[in-house]
């Protein structure tokens, strides 16, 4: 694929914008006006160009909604949503990261204002989690209470609860699924409002959101889905080895060790995970970050990761990784699980074949190929390709 960057992360996160393009959440000119302002060498201007295009999408959308255009502001909004959401991506330095969570609200608004102007109306809701609560929106399939089957998505380390419509959502709901989406601990609002970092037994937060759906009368408890994107991958298949409410898991992409995907070779490596013990780590620390010098991809990364663990040093975010792991009760998944991988995995590694193997349930795997324009990490950019084919395996399955 011709590159409009030089940059490959940068290439990567347009493709993912545009992307999002099949579920009306962005337009192909507007993204590719945006990128061709942007200066490569200027992280800022990443920010300000997104953000003035998503300002633009917003103040179109409330005059089409004040002129009572309902569908040209509905869709202006979900664009708008898409571009705040992509303007706020890569502010992650600390003296950032007010200027982040504002964006991100602007996003989050967007989204729901959108949301109102769907029939029937898609809902924002908050679930109850331990003390506190996890944002996401419920987009019941029709006006009828006729028990449905019900799609819970989840995102990975960067994504939100918004932009899983677009990754799934509206492709479940034109089957005439439920959807449910929302952010867990680390992830979109729940990290930047209700200041819940990530964490690994994310079966506590799955069954939380099953204890939630199952009281709706229009849901179908006995054919209740999960799908989780990237680092979802991981969290929906600790939360099947536990929650066996579940009765299909589907994986894109698959992970078996979080940490083993994001590091690579080093990840056995004798010599760096002695350094990852000391309790001297300064060496260690000062050593990454000179790494991220230059290189956006790496600094993001641990950049990304110090702000959604919550935590301060490089080596403390490696050690963090290390618990994201299902050697301890993968044998426990039972359900059919829908295991996805992309030709160009870049972000993950051989991590969907290791965790394929491992399973023990009835199984599938899933590639996407460079052939097909979707083989880049989670289909990004072939979203109706993507959604067709991972919601016919679930049709056939649920029947």
Same mark, same amino acid.
């Given at each position: 694929?011709?590159?409009?960057?030089?940059?490959?992360?940068?290439?990567?996160?347009?493709?993912?914008?545009?992307? @999002?393009?099949?579920?009306?959440?962005?337009?192909?000119?507007?993204?590719?006006?945006?990128?061709?302002?942007?200066?490569?060498?200027?992280?800022?201007?990443?920010?300000?160009?997104? $953000?003035?295009?998503?300002?633009?999408?917003?103040?179109?959308?409330?005059?089409?909604?004040?002129?009572?255009?309902?569908?040209?502001?509905?869709?202006?909004?979900? $664009?708008?949503?898409?571009?705040?959401?992509? %303007?706020?991506?890569?502010?992650?330095?600390?003296?950032?990261?007010?200027?982040?969570?504002?964006?991100?609200?602007?996003?989050?608004?967007?989204?729901?204002?959108?949301? /109102?102007?769907?029939?029937?109306?898609?809902?924002?809701?908050? =679930?109850?989690?331990? /003390?506190?609560?996890?944002?996401?929106?419920?987009?019941?399939?029709?006006?009828?209470?006729?028990?449905?089957?019900?799609?819970?998505?989840?995102?990975?380390?960067?994504?939100?609860?918004?932009?899983?419509?677009?990754?799934?959502?509206?492709?479940?709901?034109?089957?005439?699924?439920? !959807?449910?989406?929302?952010?867990?601990?680390?992830?979109?609002?729940?990290?930047?409002?209700?200041?819940?970092?990530? +964490?690994?037994?994310?079966?506590?937060? !799955?069954?939380?959101?099953?204890?939630?759906?199952?009281?709706?009368?229009?849901?179908?408890?006995? +054919?209740?889905?999960?799908?989780?994107?990237?680092?979802?991958?991981?969290?929906?298949? +600790?939360?099947?080895?536990?929650? @066996?409410?579940?009765?299909?898991?589907?994986?894109?992409?698959?992970?078996?060790?979080?940490?083993?995907?994001?590091?690579?070779?080093?990840?056995?490596?004798?010599?760096?995970?002695?350094?990852?013990?000391?309790?001297? %780590?300064?060496?260690?620390? %000062?050593? =990454?970050?000179?790494?991220? /010098?230059?290189? *956006?991809?790496?600094?993001?990364?641990?950049?990304?990761?110090?702000?959604?663990?919550?935590?301060?040093?490089?080596?403390?975010?490696?050690?963090?990784?290390?618990?994201?792991?299902?050697?301890?009760?993968?044998?426990?998944?039972?359900?059919?699980?829908?295991?996805?991988?992309?030709?160009?995995?870049?972000?993950?590694?051989?991590?969907? @074949? =290791?965790?394929?193997?491992?399973?023990?349930?009835?199984?599938?795997?899933?590639?996407?190929? /460079?052939?097909?324009?979707?083989?880049? @990490?989670?289909?990004?950019?072939?979203?109706?390709?993507?959604?067709?084919?991972? *919601?016919?395996?679930?049709?056939?399955?649920?029947?």
């Amino acid at each position: 694929m011709k590159r409009i960057f030089d940059d490959f992360t940068l290439q990567y996160e347009l493709i993912r914008t545009m992307g @999002h393009v099949a579920f009306d959440g962005a337009d192909i000119g507007e993204c590719l006006e945006t990128a061709g302002k942007i200066d490569e060498s200027d992280r800022e201007s990443w920010y300000w160009e997104w $953000r003035k295009t998503a300002e633009l999408n917003k103040r179109n959308a409330d005059d089409c909604l004040n002129n009572g255009n309902i569908v040209s502001a509905r869709t202006a909004y979900l $664009r708008a949503s898409n571009y705040y959401r992509t %303007a706020e991506f890569f502010l992650r330095d600390k003296n950032e990261l007010e200027t982040a969570i504002e964006t991100a609200r602007m996003s989050s608004y967007s989204f729901e204002k959108a949301c /109102k102007l769907f029939q029937p109306e898609y809902k924002r809701i908050q =679930i109850p989690f331990e /003390k506190s609560y996890l944002p996401g929106y419920y987009f019941k399939a029709n006006y009828t209470n006729v028990k449905k089957p019900t799609i819970i998505a989840m995102t990975g380390y960067d994504g939100t609860a918004e932009e899983l419509y677009f990754n799934i959502g509206a492709a479940g709901i034109a089957r005439g699924y439920n !959807v449910l989406t929302f952010d867990g601990p680390g992830q979109g609002m729940a990290l930047r409002e209700q200041k819940l970092p990530f +964490r690994p037994d994310w079966e506590k937060v !799955v069954t939380q959101v099953v204890d939630y759906l199952i009281e709706k009368e229009e849901v179908d408890a006995d +054919r209740i889905a999960m799908i989780g994107y990237s680092m979802g991958g991981y969290l929906v298949a +600790r939360a099947a080895a536990f929650e @066996h409410r579940i009765v299909a898991c589907i994986a894109n992409s698959g992970i078996y060790s979080f940490f083993d995907g994001i590091m690579g070779e080093k990840a056995h490596s004798p010599e760096f995970l002695r350094m990852l013990d000391k309790e001297n %780590a300064q060496e260690f620390n %000062a050593g =990454i970050r000179q790494m991220t /010098k230059g290189n *956006l991809s790496t600094w993001w990364k641990i950049q990304n990761g110090l702000f959604t663990f919550q935590i301060k040093t490089p080596q403390e975010l490696m050690n963090a990784y290390r618990a994201y792991t299902l050697e301890d009760c993968v044998n426990n998944i039972s359900c059919p699980v829908l295991i996805c991988d992309s030709q160009e995995e870049h972000f993950l590694g051989n991590q969907a @074949h =290791i965790l394929f193997d491992k399973l023990k349930c009835k199984k599938e795997f899933m590639y996407f190929t /460079k052939e097909e324009g979707a083989s880049l @990490h989670c289909q990004c950019g072939a979203e109706k390709l993507s959604g067709n084919r991972i *919601l016919d395996w679930l049709d056939n399955l649920l029947k």
